[in-house]
């Protein structure tokens, strides 16, 4: 019997996968998550924390999992000092992917779920109140000095700048100013462009588009019992319109009640194909404009782009 929901998954990059330890209820932890992602060929996946950088825990997971590639990224919330340059860099410098503004600590977000405080998501213990974080002055239009700054320090490293839980107008003040500052248009994506608080209508996910932006769909909206809230028809339709280009997968999976993310993804995969998207459009989201995002090489060769045990002192092919 051809399978190739399964197919989809070997050579797969998951752009945004939450795993423990964490401050929210994760089902899996990052090794674990390792192992299921083998068991399904994939390439790797970027581990998501909300409160605390993930470099450390990804050059770990190589060392554990050679045949897998584990990317570390941040967050930019008030667990990490918020908007703050130095987190940004200093992570990156760790390795660090990806650079996230701030999530569930946005000032959009407090706004939307009418949730300023804990517990919320997931999230079991209460957290000192704090004011919600955003990329703009006061004014509510001007980019605060340090998001720009974060802007350069991305550019700088070439790295990937995601939006996280910001508001559209604050998307697109970011945008513009991550350009100029030369942050590559293939760098700069914008989160879970499928999900609540996040989701964009068409017309303006081209806008985005037409200055080089990468959207990101989750799986999470359509496979997690938590956060189901679109149907696959209506992202197919998405995916058909655009033909995979400028689009990533993540699973934004790991929610207690969820399955486990290389599971949930070929949840998702199965009913895109069932909905007639074409394997190539799925392929190329999953795996070559991931790759690309990230600034891999185009194929997977695992022996030559993760951690040895023969060689431990090597990461992703570079001599630390």
């Not at 190739?4 to 998951?14: S, T």
């Amino acid at each position: 019997m051809e399978r190739p929901d399964l197919e989809l998954l070997k050579g797969a990059i998951d752009m945004h996968a939450h795993t423990a330890p964490a401050l929210f209820n994760r089902h899996i932890d990052d090794a674990a998550l390792a192992e299921y992602a083998i068991e399904f060929g994939m390439r790797g996946f970027v581990l998501k924390d909300h409160d605390a950088s993930t470099t450390g825990r990804a050059y770990y997971v190589n060392r554990m999992h050679p045949e897998i590639e584990s990317f570390g990224a941040v967050v930019l919330n008030r667990s990490v000092g918020g908007l703050d340059p130095y987190v940004a860099e200093a992570a990156i410098h760790y390795g660090a992917k990806v650079v996230w503004m701030p999530s569930n600590h946005s000032k959009y977000h407090a706004d939307y779920f009418d949730m300023p405080d804990y517990p919320q998501f997931g999230r079991p213990r209460k957290q000192l109140t704090g004011e919600g974080v955003t990329v703009f002055e006061e004014d509510g239009k001007t980019l605060t000095k340090a998001a720009r700054t974060i802007c350069e320090v991305v550019a700088e490293n070439d790295v990937c700048l995601a939006t996280g839980h910001l508001s559209i107008a604050e998307i697109r003040a970011l945008q513009d100013a991550a350009l100029a500052a030369g942050v590559s248009p293939r760098r700069f994506i914008v989160t879970h462009a499928n999900w609540s608080l996040c989701k964009l209508d068409l017309d303006v996910q081209r806008e985005l588009m037409d200055k080089g932006a990468i959207l990101e769909y989750v799986a999470c909206t359509c496979t997690s019992p938590i956060f189901w809230e679109q149907q696959p028809a209506e992202l197919g339709e998405w995916i058909k319109t655009f033909k995979g280009e400028n689009l990533v997968f993540g699973s934004d999976l790991g929610q207690f009640a969820g399955p486990p993310h290389p599971e949930g993804l070929r949840m998702l995969m199965a009913a895109l194909l069932a909905v007639d998207v074409p394997y190539e459009y799925l392929e190329k989201m999953l795996k070559v404009n991931s790759a690309e995002v990230l600034g891999l090489e185009p194929g997977w060769a695992p022996a030559a782009t993760a951690v040895t045990r023969e060689n431990p002192r090597m990461i992703h092919g570079e001599d630390l």
